[in-house]
């Protein structure tokens, strides 16, 4: 006796391609890992090796394999759009990593061709959409428990960098969470975006700008401020506050055991995204096996993947402009 | 390409027995349930043709079959012992339900069997030590974060029972999980117990006592409360304070949304065990997977059901005469 | 122009009394020291040097005084009760630290004069009833928030202790605070008393037994247990849980900065009863005076000073018997 | 035997200045008051009346008495520079509400007067200052305990206005205190601010624009945000955070019963700042009184006040210009 399930080939076998390989064999009940690649053969063949699975010579050999239901993009962010143009010429569903491509046309063009197909194949790595506690605060606000919401305040704190980080990454890799998940919660897109220059840290350990002050306003006038730190911070910290006509709605610590002790009560924070949000991506990548299995996508878009490149290279436009920038969209298509 | 999983047979098809199915078969990666039996066939066919597996004869048939590799017994209370015993005789891998035995005898009776046999193969359904709440407590007080631990104050209240509820089940079914998470976290056998009579609530609907207060002291001093409220209370509410010679460790509250509304702060408590600790059952089910995987039961044993049998035999004792009850307990064999 | 303030004459100048002083002379505005005792004469002229009022030569001269409107007693424990006599022989408002006197039989004389004269003149040191955490929960429970009270949970630890601390004092100097704002809380005597031996904490500077669990039994059957910490714990720390049928409330902690750090959210503990409960204190010199200027008493009674006596001679003595002791008070006077 | 007290004139009997009249009476020990004012005669002579003191024919009339040490303005914001400058000719000591006065230049002048009279007269009601939390806050700033403070996130939500408020009042009444509490945090001046239009919330009972997002940067280069709600919000709830370098502080809610009952946690918010901040002003008028009668004033000054005119005017300069607004300040005398 067996289980059907969805069998996965991973493009990209780095930290987070290992830690998802981990999740796909051994969490997430309704898929399985068959084959990877990796820029590097040997890492690739390590995994292979480690899970008794297929390592291919190329990212295109894997994508073509018939043993393969779907493909999980986790390679370098440039790499991105490639792979997931092969998938699509071969209509496999596709989850890539963000961002989605590194320019807002390369999403575009993607989204034409699921139109074509006439159906979604993309689903964007946003994992926060299926964090718990966002969740309830988008239940609450849906239910009406604040009224209209006005203002989020939010926070995305952390406590080290990856050598090579750049200024501009603070807003590709890091605000791009708060990018989605604003206008998520939100529903609504956005009009205008600014960065603002702040009081550099001393802690930061490279010449990049850090924090970063990130405010968004959305059609309705919303406006959401962001506090980015990319380095030197106390703890992987994230926080958002939705401020509504009758109340706020705050994000919760993960629960911790409370101590009392040395005249201080004190609870422990995360210091790793990977830990704090561990839940998010299992959830995230149990959510899609179901939805492909079933052939209906649910899960955030090519669409969603699109916005947030366009307001990401609004914003670092905004930083070196000094201006408010106006975010400016195509047609959304019915699929969407 | 499929996954290598533990097939397990399932008895009783209740409630409880239900998620636990859907549990192996979607949640946990490693196991699957490959039949089922219930004393109400048209409860076990429902389920068999629901994930298209076999629904068995009888409990001993489904015990016996080849692709059988562990059998999980949610049956009624009474029934435990007789097929934990049948599948002793087949050398099985049992998965039981607290409470293992009705009786501190057949529990002695089980471990003579595993004795024999050489390894254990029972264990025992004590979901809370997989609770990561919990679990983040013992750790802090293995770390001698509170110093030597001294008492400990818990309370475990819920809102309703089933019909047919008895005085006896605030121990047998309720107290049952704070006598054996007590003792794993403070590494001790009990020495007293005794349950004292409380001031009832208005709020019980039946002719039961409610609440009840039980006491431990364990064999070096240690003073354990249990506030047992079996009925009417606010939410289903697990409270556990470790007080220690340098601090206190309290289990924290399910993380949820924080409000502020209508001049309150605000969130939401749980309202039922199956929510409350969902995340400790499928963890608990995860690592007896890999633990019989690997030929290598760690989680709660045979030993621990007889425990917890001889204590809540003693506290029902102590509640009818009034007195402080004395445990006694047989001689721990080694593979415990 | 000057406030018509209340004259007070204060027995005792140790580092309470001298505490008071300062509160009457520059907190109070209703209140004044006029003049001042202690059986070290120089303590006493250096706090009348210092505030530029009257040093006597006995307690009875300073309570005989014309310019004393009232009279503090801050003494040592054994002398309370003479200045107390002393004190309603010339019908003057007393305040009396706890406790009122080292017996009962003190207390009921109190009583006996108090209601020959025909109206109440004592109030008693229970400054915790003064506390605006109490007093919310007090008001909680009488407007029905949580339904009938029937346990309360609760703990007093401390720091460190004077030197000449005894087992005993654990009881009349500290468990004292937990017997009399118990009863105030749920306004019902007790029934039967408890203490309980514990594991002891090797944090313990002397020779007494630390910690104590104390158990109190109320006439309607509520159950209250109370941890006392005479030593060694994390900070000063108190914690009052009542549970009643539909809710439980919790004394709060302070308001502190709350931090985020290293790490840690965290935030301060009290370290002495002076700082937890000054606001108490204030409040409690600011009612008395008010309320011997319009010459009608409300604090806590030379009864409430009588039911702890007796309350606090039982808890002694099921210590050493082992045994649940009963409470027997004579009767309550109307003026009471 | 009687108390030496500062004896205050109190110009003004509205609802403020009535509380303030009771609390220097009966809450501050160190003070009085002896003479009030107020532009509705009838208003000051029922307060007279209660008192037992004097109601004068005008505000002149009442700081020329001799046995007026002190004066306390708290008549309407248009007339407080008039009575500043009348008190100053008679060098007497001024508390006077926010505004010190309707323009910078009036404020220009008052340091004038006072640095030519050669010491500090002017005290300016910024209660906050005097508030417990804030002032831990400035305490753990100047420890270093969260390193160099770099961005400030802070909100001022209030339920309700009296009735003719205007938009511009969010400024110069409600933000007006975070303009003052921020730099007094950061011991830092503004270099720049802002005011960002919001969705606006339907809760508004007036046609003001409600909430406004208020944005200040220091000289240093930190940023604060100001979310100004003036009407219909849940509490009135005040919420500063500071994030420095190596940590975050926030300003605690008051401390109040914890309670558990249908389904949730919950604790009760204020919903009026006269609640939220009792402690404050009383700390603030016996500080005051304490620093007159020693003749060496600490608390907020002129210069504090010159500085909340400039900034508040350009703050609704930026809502009418849209634009970020520069803050210019005279030179800062030597006794400020």
């Given at each position: 006796m067996v289980k059907e399930v969805l069998r996965v080939g991973v493009i990209g076998c780095g930290a987070i391609g290992k830690e998802h390989i981990e999740r796909l064999i051994?969490?997430?009940?309704q898929a399985t890992v068959v084959a990877v690649y990796d820029y590097f053969e040997e890492v690739a063949q390590s995994v292979a090796t480690k899970y008794q699975i297929e390592a291919c010579e190329s990212g295109e050999a894997l994508i073509a394999?018939?043993?393969?239901d779907a493909v999980l993009i986790t390679s370098t962010d440039d790499t991105h759009a490639v792979y997931v143009f092969e998938a699509l010429k071969h209509e496999k569903y596709i989850f890539c990593?963000?961002?989605?491509?590194?320019t807002a046309q390369e999403c575009q063009e993607m989204m034409a061709k699921e139109i074509q197909i006439g159906k979604r194949l993309i689903q964007v790595?946003?994992?926060?959409?299926?964090?718990i506690g966002y969740r309830e605060m988008k239940q609450a606000i849906r239910a009406g428990e604040?009224?209209?919401?006005l203002l989020i305040h939010s926070a995305h704190r952390n406590i080290s960098q990856a050598?090579?980080?750049?200024?501009d990454y603070a807003i590709t890799r890091v605000a791009i969470h708060e990018i989605d998940i604003t206008r998520w919660l939100l529903d609504e897109e956005y009009d205008e975006v600014q960065v603002l220059t702040v009081k550099?840290?001393?802690?930061?350990?490279?010449?990049?700008?850090?924090?970063q002050l990130v405010m968004f306003k959305t059609q309705s006038g919303q406006r959401i401020d962001v506090e980015v730190q990319?380095?030197?911070?106390?703890?992987y910290d994230i926080q958002c506050q939705v401020v509504g006509e009758n109340g706020t709605l705050n994000l919760p610590d993960p629960a911790r055991v409370l101590k009392r002790t040395a005249g201080q009560y004190t609870y422990g924070l995360t210091d790793h995204w990977a830990k704090r949000f561990i839940d998010s991506y299992d959830t995230e990548f149990k959510e899609w096996a179901a939805s492909v299995l079933s052939d209906k996508l649910v899960g955030p878009s090519a669409w969603d993947g699109y916005v947030s490149c366009v307001v990401a290279d609004r914003l670092i436009q905004s930083r070196k402009s000094g201006n408010v920038e106006k975010i400016e969209l195509v047609e959304k298509a019915e699929i969407y």
């Amino acid at each position: 006796m067996v289980k059907e399930v969805l069998r996965v080939g991973v493009i990209g076998c780095g930290a987070i391609g290992k830690e998802h390989i981990e999740r796909l064999i051994n969490v997430v009940a309704q898929a399985t890992v068959v084959a990877v690649y990796d820029y590097f053969e040997e890492v690739a063949q390590s995994v292979a090796t480690k899970y008794q699975i297929e390592a291919c010579e190329s990212g295109e050999a894997l994508i073509a394999r018939d043993d393969v239901d779907a493909v999980l993009i986790t390679s370098t962010d440039d790499t991105h759009a490639v792979y997931v143009f092969e998938a699509l010429k071969h209509e496999k569903y596709i989850f890539c990593e963000k961002p989605l491509a590194l320019t807002a046309q390369e999403c575009q063009e993607m989204m034409a061709k699921e139109i074509q197909i006439g159906k979604r194949l993309i689903q964007v790595g946003f994992n926060r959409r299926f964090d718990i506690g966002y969740r309830e605060m988008k239940q609450a606000i849906r239910a009406g428990e604040i009224g209209e919401p006005l203002l989020i305040h939010s926070a995305h704190r952390n406590i080290s960098q990856a050598p090579g980080f750049k200024t501009d990454y603070a807003i590709t890799r890091v605000a791009i969470h708060e990018i989605d998940i604003t206008r998520w919660l939100l529903d609504e897109e956005y009009d205008e975006v600014q960065v603002l220059t702040v009081k550099q840290s001393r802690k930061t350990t490279g010449d990049w700008l850090n924090p970063q002050l990130v405010m968004f306003k959305t059609q309705s006038g919303q406006r959401i401020d962001v506090e980015v730190q990319t380095d030197g911070a106390y703890a992987y910290d994230i926080q958002c506050q939705v401020v509504g006509e009758n109340g706020t709605l705050n994000l919760p610590d993960p629960a911790r055991v409370l101590k009392r002790t040395a005249g201080q009560y004190t609870y422990g924070l995360t210091d790793h995204w990977a830990k704090r949000f561990i839940d998010s991506y299992d959830t995230e990548f149990k959510e899609w096996a179901a939805s492909v299995l079933s052939d209906k996508l649910v899960g955030p878009s090519a669409w969603d993947g699109y916005v947030s490149c366009v307001v990401a290279d609004r914003l670092i436009q905004s930083r070196k402009s000094g201006n408010v920038e106006k975010i400016e969209l195509v047609e959304k298509a019915e699929i969407y």
